[in-house]
């Protein structure tokens, strides 16, 4: 019972005046409870730092191997003198001809065996963003006078889509199909959909074709990633038919695997290319607004309607070695979470019709609580891969007190002497030491700040991600790309720098990848947010 109403939080808020009855004129006052996001880091299961573990030794193991090798042989050749070293190479041993060529030949084959079974390095060359033309653009007001005007709620409905506009985080300038607002007609049309994603994926890769001067033969691996709308022929095909893609090209098309779908895109694409050789991929990650909208009246299946906006990105990448020159990022790691065995988990987003046979995206009351067990298992997991020494044993020393000796952490520490209840709390990772940039998925606002109070991060920390909801709205799997060209807009990516793209979406899952800048990237000369990055983030505190 207590861990339970841990997971709680209570907000009273304030009604207004009672415009009627017995208690006309009086103010009236509600009492709103919550679940807030669990405090992963000081729950974490151990089995996942284990696995975290795993992939370093088992990545690392040639790495910690090597220095032993150099060392036992620097030793012993330390200790002996060069008369003595010349004569034990040369006096003391009998060499012929027979044996030098095979010992040549046995090293050059292990030498190339080695070279041609290391996976090749993953590059990101560049990547580009869609940006809607400005007749789709829409204020929260302009969003409630369009879906009053349509007919198609009720004043209870648009009073609610009001209240989660009012604290979503969204600005007045993010973007959505006109077709959602139109009286009387059902948006959810296959026409409305290949209008509404062939205008945000052909312009993306028009985009991105022309500013890495790629033929669009030379793609080897097409992956498109759409969670709600999968027509048939797919939206990789409608790539392909466009662009005239060669007939080989390894093409794939994943759905209904919600916000976190465009790092599982680029997990595939990776695959793709190591196991195919070396060739040019490229991921196009988008949502179909139109399919997201809700005409009803359940609350749950609401909510999709004040976040989701249009949005797409086309992402290039490559296994050539001669693109490290022309490269921006390195692909580092990817680990990738799924929780869809836990059955709350599985039904926290779930597509269904409600009583009226209305079809919509529902939204569980669990879905901050799920998610947060997602992400306390993927940054455990990630955590032994990208933070420091110091940090993974001070963590790991934390971990396994709390597992050893459960009774002594599970109350609420006592305050200290000084009133400070924080000299008994778990050590909380610092990972401002291993990430130099966060593009955490937007989702919305109460989600980014619980996530920034969990992991330890400043304001700064989240500017990307607050920045890019505000601007374009919660663009699906999309989202973290408009973060990483916020980035760039700023000049703040150096050559070095790592940075973090965390997404998570229905099944439930929660993603990460992790990327090197392997040069300093310059500002683009073509970016959605040339006409306003000066703006923010002054502009998210207006």
């Known amino acids: 019972m207590a861990r339970e109403q841990a997971l709680l939080s209570t907000e009273i808020v304030n009604r207004g005046v009672e415009p009627s009855g017995p208690d006309a004129g009086s103010p009236t006052f509600s009492v ?88 090749r390095p993953v590059y990101l060359i560049d990547f580009a963003c869609y940006k809607p033309a400005d007749e789709l653009k829409v204020s929260k007001a302009e969003f409630i006078d369009l879906a009053r005007k349509s007919g198609k709620f009720d004043e209870d409905s648009l009073a ?5 506009l009012a604290k979503s985080g969204i600005g007045d300038e993010s973007y959505m199909p006109r077709c959602v607002f139109e009286p009387g007609t059902n948006c959810a049309t296959m026409k409305e959909g290949r209008a509404e994603a062939s205008a945000a994926m052909f312009a993306a890769l028009d985009e991105l074709f022309d500013k890495c001067r790629v033929r669009p033969k030379d793609v080897g691996v097409l992956v498109v990633n759409c969670s709600l709308f999968n027509p048939t022929p797919s939206l990789s095909a409608m790539i392909v038919n466009k662009y005239k893609l060669r007939g080989n090209i390894k093409s794939f098309n994943l759905g209904g695997m919600g916000c976190s779908a465009g790092v599982i895109a680029v997990d595939l694409a990776r695959d793709m290319l190591q196991a195919s050789g070396a060739g040019l991929a490229v991921v196009v990650s988008t949502e179909a607004v139109s399919f997201t909208w809700y005409a009803g009246k359940r609350r749950s299946m609401l909510i999709p309607n004040a976040f989701f906006r249009a949005g797409c990105a086309a992402v290039l990448l490559s296994n050539r070695r001669r693109d490290f020159h022309r490269a921006k990022y390195q692909l580092e790691h990817i680990v990738r979470t799924h929780k869809g065995a836990d059955d709350r988990s599985f039904r926290s987003v779930y597509q269904e019709e409600d009583e009226q046979r209305i079809k919509g995206l529902s939204i569980s009351r669990d879905l901050v609580e799920v998610g947060g067990h997602a992400l306390k298992t993927n940054i455990t997991t990630l955590g032994p891969l990208v933070l420091p020494f110091s940090e993974q044993i001070l963590f790991f020393a934390g971990v396994l007190f709390r597992h050893l000796f459960p009774s002594k952490t599970s109350a609420p520490p006592p305050p200290s002497a000084d009133g400070d209840a924080s000299a008994a709390a778990p050590y909380i990772p610092d990972f401002k030491r291993a990430f130099e940039h966060f593009c955490m998925h937007a989702a919305s606002r109460d989600v980014l700040e619980h996530l920034q109070g969990n992991l330890g991060l400043r304001d700064g920390d989240l500017e990307a991600s607050r920045a890019a909801l505000h601007r374009f709205g919660n663009t699906s799997s999309s989202s973290i790309w408009y973060e990483l060209a916020y980035l760039e807009a700023k000049g703040r990516v150096r050559r ?20 090197r800048a392997v040069r300093r990237v310059r500002r683009p000369a073509r970016s959605p947010w040339l006409d306003c990055v000066e703006q923010y983030p002054a502009r998210m505190n207006a």
């Open 32 to 119: 709103r409870v919550r679940r807030r996001l669990p405090d992963f880091l000081q729950s974490v299961n151990l089995k996942y730092v284990r696995l975290g573990y795993h992939y370093l030794i088992s990545h690392g193991v040639y790495l910690a191997t090597i220095p032993v090798i150099v060392l036992v042989c620097g030793a012993e050749v330390g200790s002996l003198s060069r008369d003595e070293l010349w004569r034990k190479v040369w006096g003391e041993a009998t060499y012929d001809l027979a044996t030098v060529l095979a010992f040549l030949a046995v090293l050059a084959f292990t030498i190339s065996v080695y070279i041609m079974s290391r996976p």
């Open 160 to 164: 609610f889509q009001s209240r989660l």
């Open 496 to 515: 070095g720098d790592r940075v973090w793209q965390l997404a998570f979406g229905s099944g439930f899952k929660c993603n990460s990848a992790v990327w």
